[in-house]
């Protein structure tokens, strides 16, 4: 009998059982998803080129299981709460509290066992989604990658039973030893807002001393990459502390601060809006701070990512000027070239002999010869040349194979030119206007010549071969930030999205009191909108610090983490934003009427 | 001189046409002078809530005509009716409805902040209906730091601060002991004989309905008696009122 009405219980509540069970599943999958990498040595050892990245992944394991706990710690506070007023009753009216204790533990756990099945197999699916999109449609090339990874399954299985058996029994022990009467009233209770000035000055001076710690460690891992195995480990720490800190104190601060201009806070629905961050704000600093640090973390995952992609471009586009060199070009291939729009050709002919492989003259003069150069600071200058600078005819020679080219290239007059005896051949050089929107007939061109000329797959120096051979080394690093970047987006968005509905419920009577005492509706969303916008902002703006400080770890590995960042940051802010919408959407739903 | 409720053939039906339908009230009319402090009685689920819903906009009657300070509120849009809410009305519930996260003074000055009233102009209003409601020590503090008694006495001043034109009470006793009650109707008659607020008062307890002028009674969506408490002292007109509500009930 107790049963089925507990069951009636659940659904009156359909829709926030719906919300708790939807965050639990997100939580399971992206779980799982980030093991599917974390723990696939094969795949860290073939895809990077970095030592430490097993090591860094580790630490990755570690911050998303803290995560993770926290998380599920505030589901199952919702679950409670949503309880214990109806249990509270049950028990009032006579159950036994054994019974009642029995009754949230196989609650509790049956959800737990079921969001975690249902969400590994999400996981799975969106494992092999994330990762075919990448894969396919951005080139990439990466091994050993599996949607399906068995350990990563078992392991998200065991890591959310012990948790869920953990919160069952914190749940079933709560509410065997809670007076009825304060089940009854749990509703009624509101967080106490007890706030100590000085201690509220420590932590903004603990949090900025913490955030610089972490800061520094991140800019001397740039610096110095034999410092990560110390200096992971101490940033973590301090930068979650240091958010954590930053936010409880700073934030309120500057609402208090906001709060005392009265010409500001008397205005309109304004004070409402400041009191009701206050209080959410206490009450959501740690949800907060794991946004924020996941906010990082995952823009800084699709900013890296981009930034080894955009590395793969300009490494390629910086040692070859020409996007393709074809020798003795045949009908295949000049069809080929003809089907690109934007190009422009450059012949030569040339004759190889044993001394010298000769050029004519004239070609350079009509059609002049165009080479990159490196400078010292690894930026590629384009050299436009003429016959006076002698590493012309070098560099032309370069996009012969090294054991067939003579040892020394040059210029001569067509006469001369003609008198040679060697074989007379023609190198056709193309240049477009982007090596990459053509990079499929790039690839083909150049497969037709290495199969013409095996000696050009030992060789590999016209650009598609530089490309490929760049590609196959960064792919994996940019495999990883997209796939984390995603991964993180999806978990940290659940997570506050998860929050800021779990609380709705309470809000309820507050807008409709406002309501009654004459708020305009508009009114209403607006404070919504505002208060929302504010939650989604105060993450968003530490994240985005501890992102552009991060980024200097990376300078061993990419040239200038910092260039383009704005893509990267623009697809972020437009998810983010899309994030915000539906919440704000899904929370006037549930608020107003 | 413009009456401040002037109702005229109100009826309300629950449900739509084609569901099971419920007739709370029917056939209402009834009008309050300014300055005047009338009771609603009757039993539970004699319309009471209904009626008092439908004066304060919060709800549309079916058909009839509701007048509020000489405005016919029937005809107002949704904007129109907040901000009607917002000016001319002031709201006392059962439960309190007061914001758990605004202090006492920050929950009193609500209603003036939402009409836009200038910073400098909020604080001594706030001040002076909190003096006249003995709120001053207790401004700074929230409300789950504050008893029943006190919350009420709050929320009283909340409905007062920007001179609506009536206050509407919905069992503003209901959840408050005796002397606390009390307590409450004696500010209410102080506000109502001193500033000539007017005040229309929802409550099943007699002792609460002793401190009106006039009472009617309502039953089964229908205004069924009048009580006028003219010349009688307090103490007498509670015996009345116990003595009809005995009649009236069967
Ligand atoms: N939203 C609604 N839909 C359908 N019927 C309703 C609705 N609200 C109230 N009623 C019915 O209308 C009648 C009058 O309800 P109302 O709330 O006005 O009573 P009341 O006099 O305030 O009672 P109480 O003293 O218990 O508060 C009741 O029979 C109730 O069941
Ligand atoms: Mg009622």
Known sequence: ???????????????????????????????????????????????????????????????????????????????????????????????????????????????????????????????????????????MQVSHFNSFYLPALLWTFVFFIVIFIFSALRNSISLRFTKVMTLLNMDSQPTKLKRNNAWTIIQSILGVILLAIGYWCMVKMGKDATFIFLG?????????????????????????????????????????????????????????????????????????????????????????????????????????????????????????????????????????????????????????????????????????????????????????????????????????????????????????????????????????????????????????????????????????????????????????????????????????????????????????????????????????????????????????????????????????? | MTKIVEVKNIEKIYGKANEKQFKALSDVNFEVQPGEFVGIMGASGSGKTTLLNILSTLDTATSGEVKIAGEDITKLKNNEMADFRANKIGFIFQDFNLLENLTAYENIALPLALQNTSPKKIKPAVDSISAKLGLTEILNHYPTELSGGQKQRVAAARALVHNPSIIFGDEPTGALDSKSARALMDTMTKVNKEDNVSILLVTHDPFSASFCDRILFIKDGEIGQELKKEEHSRGEFYQEILDSLGTFAE
């Open chain 1, 1 to 139: 009998m107790l049963n089925k009405l507990a069951i009636g219980g659940i659904k009156h509540r359909l829709r926030d059982y719906s919300v708790l069970f939807s965050g639990l599943m997100i939580a399971a999958s992206i779980f799982y998803m980030f093991l599917s990498l974390a723990l696939n040595k094969a795949f860290l050892k073939s895809n990077s080129p970095a030592q430490a990245t097993a090591f860094i992944f580790g630490f990755g394991i570690v911050l998303l299981a803290i995560i993770t706990i926290v998380y599920i710690n505030y589901a199952n506070k919702f679950l409670l709460s949503m309880r214990q007023k109806e249990y509270g009753m049950f028990m009032m009216l006579g159950a036994k509290s054994s019974k009642i204790s029995k009754m949230i533990f196989v609650e509790t756990f049956a959800i737990g066992a079921i969001a975690t099945a249902v969400g590994s197999l999400i996981g799975i699916g969106i494992t092999g989604f994330v990762g075919d999109l990448l894969i396919k449609n951005m080139d």
């Open chain 1, 232 to 593: 992971v480990p101490v940033a973590l720490f301090t930068i979650v502390a240091g958010t954590y800190f930053v936010i409880n104190s700073l934030t309120t601060t500057i609402i208090n601060l906001l709060k005392r201009n009265t010409s500001f806070s008397q205005k309109g629905l304004n004070n409402f809006t400041l009191s009701q961050l206050n209080f959410r704000i206490a009450d959501y600093t740690k949800i907060l701070s794991m946004v924020s640090i996941m906010f990082a973390l995952a823009l800084g995952a699709i900013t890296v990512g981009l930034g080894f992609r955009q590395q793969i471009d300009t490494v390629a586009n910086g040692q070859n000027y020409y996007d393709a060199s074809i020798r003795n070009i045949n009908n295949k291939e000049q069809n080929l070239v003809d089907k690109i729009d934007h190009k422009k050709l450059t012949v030569y002919e040339f004759k190889n002999t044993k001394k010298f492989t000769y050029y004519r003259n004239s070609d350079l003069e009509s059609q002049g010869f165009t080479y990159n150069k490196f400078s010292k600071s690894m930026i590629s200058k384009e050299v436009p040349t003429h016959k006076s600078n002698p590493s012309v005819a070098f560099q032309l020679q370069n996009t012969i194979p090294v054991d067939e080219a003579a040892p020394q290239a040059k210029f001569v007059s067509d006469a001369k030119f003609d008198s040679l005896s060697g074989k007379p051949e023609t190198m056709t050089f193309v240049k477009t206007d982007s090596f990459k929107n053509n990079l499929s007939t790039f690839k083909k061109i150049s497969e037709i010549q290495a199969a013409r000329y095996p000696a050009y797959k030992q060789f590999g120096g016209d650009k598609y071969s530089v490309y490929k051979n760049i590609n196959s080394f960064f792919s994996g690093l940019e495999f990883m930030g997209f796939f984390l970047g995603i991964a993180f987006l999806a978990m940290l968005a659940s997570c506050l999205m998860f929050k800021i509905l779990s609380g709705a419920a309470g809000d309820v009577k507050r807008y409709n009191m406002l309501y009654k005492i004459g708020t305009r509706q508009r009114s209403l969303r607006q404070t919504i909108n505002k208060e929302i916008a504010v939650l989604f902002s105060v993450p968003a703006v530490l994240g985005i610090v501890h992102v552009l400080v991060g980024l200097q770890m990376f300078k061993p590995l990419l040239y200038k983490p910092y260039m383009h960042i704005e893509v990267p940051f623009l697809i972020f802010f437009v998810l983010y934003l899309g994030y915000y919408f539906i919440t704000r959407y899904l929370y006037k739903k549930i608020v107003l009427k």
